[in-house]
Nanobody
Framework: QVQVEEAGGGLVQAGDSVMLSCVVS?????????MGWFRQVPGKEREEREC???????????YYTDSVKGRFTISRDNAKNTVYLQMNHPRPEDTAVYYC???????????????WGRGTQVPVSS
């Protein structure tokens, strides 16, 4: 059974840095899968999660939503079945529950992601 587990969340001060990690277990390798970080705020449904960043299977193509460009970095270590989201200079508006998703193809909508973690909360204080 495939499990996806996010870690690294917690209260962070605006302007500080935090790194989220996502480990996929139960699958021999993730190197044939795209990965994505999404975030969800209260009042939004799962289907309304905002795509924060995606990375293709090899790690050489990434996508970022405009609001995080230049501040967040997505990366992956296929040998460790792990994907990271480095969050630099977070802002209060970045406050959300961050989810990691696994997809057979790169995409920015939740429908293409077949496996999800339970999320990690990242409150950003001003």
């Amino acid at each position: 059974q495939v499990q996806v587990e996010e870690a690294g969340g917690g209260l962070v001060q605006a302007g500080d840095s935090v790194m989220l990690s996502c480990v996929v277990s139960g699958r021999s390798t993730i190197d044939r899968y795209a990965m994505g970080w999404f975030r969800q705020v209260p009042g939004k449904e799962r289907e309304e999660r905002e795509c924060v960043a995606t990375i293709n299977y090899s790690g050489d193509t990434t996508y970022y939503t405009d609001s995080v460009k230049g501040r967040f970095t997505i990366s992956r270590d296929n040998a460790k079945n792990t994907v990271y989201l480095q969050m630099n200079h977070p802002r209060p508006e970045d406050t959300a529950v961050y989810y990691c998703g696994v997809s057979p193809s790169v995409g920015t909508t939740t429908v293409v992601y077949v496996e999800w973690g339970r999320g990690t909360q990242v409150p950003v204080s001003s």
